[in-house]
């Protein structure tokens, strides 16, 4: 039904709010957070500075984590923003 509406891959890929801690691990989870998606493109807010610095270094590993297995509605790039509102631990 959802791919005959045309909108299976945009429901796939809001599966990686829910995933993020298992696709991502614990200690990422607790420092950043998926704030929404544009299109193919995840959004997440991040704890802290370093944080960011770190993720960013990482991007492509958890890129790659938030794909596997998905046959449609993969996520093609994710963007780190700063967000005070997430405190680690």
């Known amino acids: 039904v959802l791919a005959r509406l045309g909108v299976a891959e945009v429901v ?3 599966g990686a709010f829910s995933e993020w801690p298992e696709r991502v691990g614990p200690e990422i989870a607790l420092a950043a ?3 929404r998606l544009d299109g193919d493109v995840l959004i ?5 500075p370093a944080w960011m610095s770190e ?9 790659r984590a938030l794909n596997v297995g998905r046959t449609r509605g993969k996520i093609r790039k994710v963007i780190f923003r700063l967000d005070p509102e ?4």
């Open 55 to 63: 993720l960013s270094l990482r991007r492509t590993e958890i890129l």
């Open 44 to 48: 997440v807010g991040v704890a802290s």
């Open 33 to 35: 957070r998926p704030q």
């Open 86 to 89: 997430i405190e680690r631990g």
């Open 12 to 14: 796939d890929r809001h």
